[in-house]
């Protein structure tokens, strides 16, 4: 089960300390961050997020989605990762097997992850559905562990990762509509 409360108070200090060291965004506005971030399910985290990739402060608009998908990339590239590794070290055949799928879940999430920069890069952004799936697929993977697996961190910050990239791209979308 994810715990979106203790979640959130991690974020949001992280995201006061890093608001410290940085400088307003130059490229897309603070307004622009917060109207992408608004439609997720916390618009701090979503913000910081995207702040922590240094091109974030120089992008425009559409910089923008490569980032946010790099960004997804490298978080589930990471939870692969970390997957793996419980995955390889675990002795319970129930929680090896629960690591196992969601390892081919993350391997399932990093090829549309590429799909999607892919298509970002040619701006075909109206095709661009894989970072809403892969919140999916992460979803999937949370809920296949148990309650107090020391996985559920990662799983949450995958998909809040995705919620951000794919609300940046419903955004271009959106504004490209106008």
Do not use: H
């Not at 992408?36 to 997020?49: A, F, H, P």
């Not at 090829?111 to 920069?117: D, P």
């Amino acid at each position: 089960m994810i715990m979106e409360s203790s979640l959130t108070f991690m974020f949001a200090a992280l995201l006061m300390v890093f608001s410290l060291f940085t400088s307003p965004t130059s490229g897309v506005t603070q307004e622009t961050l917060a109207s992408i971030c608004s439609q997720t399910q916390n618009q701090e985290i979503c913000e910081g997020i995207l702040e922590s990739d240094p091109g974030a402060t120089s992008a425009d608009l559409l910089g923008l989605s490569l980032i946010s998908i790099n960004l997804t990339m490298k978080q589930g590239r990471s939870n692969y990762d970390t997957f793996t590794k419980f995955m390889d070290n675990s002795t319970d055949t129930a929680l090896k097997e629960s690591f196992r799928n969601c390892v081919s879940l993350y391997n399932s999430i990093m090829e549309k992850l590429k799909v999607a920069y892919q298509l970002s890069e040619k701006k075909e952004y109206k095709s661009i559905t894989q970072p809403g799936e892969s919140q999916t697929l992460a979803y999937n993977c949370a809920n296949g562990l148990p309650v107090d697996s020391p996985t559920d961190g990662i799983s949450r910050d995958m998909i809040i990762t995705c919620e951000t990239s794919a609300s940046v791209n419903q955004y271009i979308v959106g504004v490209s509509l106008k």
